[in-house]
């Protein structure tokens, strides 16, 4: 099959180079020329496992090709999948200027018949929309077809969760598009949800929702269990178990962060305004996430007293591992609350410095050594479980903090095995490993 890929972003680029993969013919298409010149030398943008190599071998075979040239781009695609950013708008709802732009595109540049597959998230009744700003402009007698097929993919396993999802959702109102796309999406051998356009649309946010939702719900059972002597991990654990609930995503810790799950929630809500509905739970899961944040630095102010000239250090600042993202990455927040109570604030990441910089609250001390940073803090705060931080020895924590006092925003450690590491120990929705006092777990009730 022919394809072109609009947008050669997270989900662009690994939607092209995984398309090429299994045998199609890809021209991925950006306005970043930049970009787009160092995709033609075998080099990728972003760094996701694997996909560098799977780029440089299609490259190789000729199965991928990359373009600024709309002309060129989509001559002779039979199908054009669009992958370009819907970011937030002021008021919370999905910016559609880009999709907008490649619409007005397309018409302009396409002389074929074409199906156009949209991977970008956007609001319920876009691709209606889309077609309709195709075929306003469009030179008759060229038909398009639109099929909706979100991408549940994840931000440093891409490649992985590319040929080892759940599912392939692909929505359309034209049962023979609908066909094709299984028939593009077969090698991966997933399962395939067929529906209509638009509930497919809705798969994606009700999607990306539930799991924010879980996200906020153990997070409020690791704020009970704090209180009334419990282990929100071993909670999690025991409620995992049930089928019916499962144990992903009920890991507590600083809240959820990155380019989608406050984004989408957003947009979600946005869109129920639109019908005059509120969705108290979204905004409810949102406020928790908020909470979280904010806890992390009551837990310890209530622990230090006054952070007046007080050196904390944030170890891990983007909003998860394995990536140098930091939209909306709970650091941020930490790190501005930290400042206005008069910290003096130290942050660490192995990757993400560069970025970090542009985006943190000034001033911040910046290192990307990990011993640098903990040399005299008077408290270190995890705030993402990179691995670098996770196998870094204890007893190097407790000889460089000034006090060795830890507060571990993502429950990194076990509490039997910080039990012997001579660390004051706080985390999320557990008791306190060797407290400085003894407090009785009960006392706050
Ligand atoms: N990042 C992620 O993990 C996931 C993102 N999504 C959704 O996929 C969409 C894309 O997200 P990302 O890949 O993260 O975005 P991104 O911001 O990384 O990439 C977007 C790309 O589109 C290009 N672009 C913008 N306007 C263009 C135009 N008119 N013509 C050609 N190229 C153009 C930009 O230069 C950029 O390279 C969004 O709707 C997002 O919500 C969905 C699932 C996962
Ligand atoms: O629409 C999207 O863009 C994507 O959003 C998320 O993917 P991503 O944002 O890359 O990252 P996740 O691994 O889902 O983590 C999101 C945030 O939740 C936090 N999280 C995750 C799981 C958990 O149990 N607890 C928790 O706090 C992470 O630390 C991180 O800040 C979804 O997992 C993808 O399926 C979806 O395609």
Redesign the pocket.
Known sequence: MHIAVIGTGYVGLVTGVCLAEIGNTVTCLDVDEEKVSLLKSGRSPIYEEGLEELLTKNLRKGNIQFTTDYREGLAGKEVIYIAVGTPERPDGSAELKYIESVCRAISENVRQDVVIVTKS?VPVGTNQYIKDLIEARLTPPITISVVSNP??????TAVHDTFHGDRIVIGSEDSWALELLEAINQPFQLPIVKTDLRSAEMIKYA??AF?AAK?SF?NEMSHLCAQVGANVDNVAAGMGMDKRIGK????A?V???????PK?TNALIAMGKQFDYQMPLLESVQQVNEMQRKRMVDMITTRLGSLDNKVVVLLGLT??PNTDDMREAPSIRVAEELLRTGAVVKAYDPVAIPSAKTVMPEPVLFTSDLEEALQGADAAVIMTDWQQIKSFPLEEYRRLLVHPLLFDGRNCFTLAEMKNSGIEYHSIGRPVVNPQETISPMTSY
Do not use: M
Request: aromatic share 18%.
């Open positions: 998230t991408e549940f993919l994840r931000q440093g999607s990306n799991l996200i153990i992903k995503f009920l890991h810790g809240g959820y962060g990155g380019s989608c799950f989408d909003f998860k």
